[in-house]
């Protein structure tokens, strides 16, 4: 499994540019090229997905859009592919002076705002769709609403039935509240990077790549603390079923999903404020004091041989350690 991962981390290749030495055999045209794809991120023949239930492209060259002569148009539907073809660049156009030419999948050629563009279409690749598909603010606030209603009402149920669960009745294994504290960092960084690198994190929506060393400073981060994520969990899953039968193993980590998601949701938008810093170094210290103040197990049985965390009637087998 391990293995799978890092070939699915590294399955993503970045274009190789290729820059003449000699800056006189570089045309204008190229300049121009790299300097807005090193500005918005894309280029000739990048290609998208429409998002929206519709974008509406003109047949006409922007000059005459922009003078107001006469156009024709033609829409293009959800789910559509199209690539870019060309670019231009309007200054005299008041409301975007970008101009982005797109080339139907069907064969068809039309020019649309860039920002029209972006706000109807999406990369066409699974993780920029990801992305685009949980930065909606309406999902994020239905979220925040349904998981935190989902959370007490599951805490309250799993308290009232002295079930397990992360930081309050836990079992003996560090796992479980190591996945809590990484995911609460995760979304701290997650937030860190939107607010002080966001043309970063803007080329990394443009060409997403899960190798965390392809990127650098919090973004790095960002991505290895998903990655852990990823291994922390599924050693969390592994560690619970060896320690609850199947039944308890599955409200255990369903009381530990909750926990995840709230960390998420609370700390990503904390952040913003910058409220989270101080929010995730005491989520942390508390996560680590309760783990070593009331889950740790110092002591195995000595007739069953399973974690006990005091001397005394073992729990598991009823043998008295003594």
């Known amino acids: 499994m391990a293995l799978l991962l890092v070939l699915l981390a590294g399955c993503y290749s970045r274009p190789v540019r290729i820059v003449s030495p000699t800056p006189a055999q570089v045309t204008d045209d190229q300049l121009d090229s790299m300097a807005f794809e090193e500005t918005h991120h894309y280029a000739q023949n990048y290609n998208f997905v429409v998002a929206a239930d519709s974008l509406v492209l003109t047949l006409q060259m922007p000059e005459e859009a922009v003078s107001n002569l006469p156009t024709d148009s033609f829409a293009i539907k959800k789910d559509d592919r199209v690539a870019v073809a060309d670019i231009r660049i309007m200054p005299q156009d008041s409301i975007d002076s970008v101009w982005v030419q797109l080339a139907h999948e069907q064969g068809r050629f039309g020019w649309v705002h860039e ?20 930065s909606d603010v309406h999902l994020l606030i239905f979220l925040v609403v349904f998981v935190l209603i ?25 796992y479980p509240t190591l996945l809590a504290v990484t995911v609460a960092i995760s979304a701290t960084l997650y937030s860190s990077v939107q607010m002080f690198a966001p043309d970063g994190w803007q080329d990394f929506y443009f060409n997403p790549s899960l190798n965390p060393f392809s990127h650098k400073g919090l973004l790095r981060l960002f991505l290895m603390s998903v990655w852990a994520i990823l291994l922390v969990g599924m050693a969390a899953v592994d560690d ?9 193993g599955m409200l255990y980590l369903l009381g530990l999903a909750g926990v995840c998601a709230v960390c998420y949701i609370v700390f990503t938008i904390s952040t913003i404020y910058y409220v989270g810093y101080l929010l995730v170094v005491a989520y942390v210290a508390f996560a680590f004091w309760r783990y070593l103040t009331y889950t740790k197990s110092n002591y195995l049985c000595g007739n069953c041989g399973k974690q006990i965390k005091k001397k005394g009637r073992c729990p598991h087998c009823g043998a008295l350690n003594e």
Not at 150 to 174: C, E, P, Q, S, W
Not at 240 to 248: C, I, M, R, S, T
């Open 150 to 174: 989902l959370f007490v009402y599951g805490m309250r149920k799993l308290l009232r039935r002295n079930a397990y669960i992360v930081h309050f009745n836990d079992i003996a294994t560090f």
């Open 115 to 134: 920002g029209d563009l972006l706000k109807a279409a999406v990369p066409d690749d699974p993780i920029s769709q990801f992305i685009s598909f949980f």
């Open 240 to 248: 619970v079923f060896h320690h609850l039968p199947f039944g308890e």
